[in-house]
T-cell receptor
């Protein structure tokens, strides 16, 4: 059973370009979470999605960032007009149906974005 | 707000030494507590967890006890190995807004030398 997959693992973009990060959840998981890890910091929550729905995007910057999780295909985190401050590791996690008991989140290997 | 504070690294130890990584938290509700480990180039893996006060989580020789009175969840291992070299993250999970949210500490890098 394949784990959470993210690609690319490393992405280099020049300032002003767009970055697209992909996340394929574990088989049977319909919930996806995106986190950002700045250098020497912990993971910070960005957005929580279910299939075709954004449930909580309170951690996502208001501009330039967007996320989707379509009915078919991976979840996409898109960063438009990247700036140097966007350089970070972006992690995706997935879980089964969320409930009060708290289904475990399983993490992917991350995408390391470098903006030059 | 809800937060996690863990000791700064790097922590450098010799093989078979005793390990403690401190973690304290601030939370408005009754969180579950976790330790995750991140090996070089990999994603986070759940190491152990505790869901209520006085619970002890354990795995692979690592232990942590949920101490509500001191709001702590310190990670310990009696005898570390070179293969334990990694970054360790303490995290809390709260049910808020209809789903479970994970809040992470900054991570502590552990380097174990032979």
């Amino acid at each position: 059973n394949a784990g959470v997959m993210q690609n690319p693992r490393h992405l280099v973009r020049r300032r002003g370009q767009e970055a697209r990060l992909r996340c394929s959840p574990m088989k049977g998981h319909s919930h996806v979470y995106w986190y950002r890890q700045l250098p020497e910091e912990g993971l910070k929550f960005m957005v929580y999605l279910q299939k075709e729905n954004i449930i909580d995007e309170s951690g996502m910057p208001k501009e330039r960032f967007s996320a989707e999780f379509p009915k078919e295909g991976p979840s996409i985190l898109r960063i438009q007009q990247v700036v140097r401050g966007d350089s970070a590791a972006y992690f995706c996690a997935s879980s089964q149906e969320g409930d009060r008991l708290g289904r475990e989140q399983y993490f992917g290997p991350g995408t390391r974005l470098t903006v030059t | 707000g809800d937060s996690v504070t863990q000791m700064e690294g790097p922590v450098t130890l010799s093989e078979e030494a005793f390990l403690t990584i401190n973690c304290t938290y601030t939370a408005t509700g009754y969180p579950s507590l976790f330790w995750y480990v991140q090996y070089p180039g990999e994603g986070l893996q759940l190491l152990l967890k505790a869901t209520k006060a006085d619970d002890k989580g354990s795995n692979k020789g690592f232990e942590a006890t949920y101490r509500k009175e001191t709001t702590s969840f310190h990670l310990e291992k009696g005898s570390v190995q070179v293969s334990d070299s990694a970054v360790y993250f303490c995290a809390l999970r709260l049910f808020s807004g209809g789903y479970n949210k994970l809040i992470f500490g900054a991570g502590t890098r552990l380097a174990v030398h032979p």
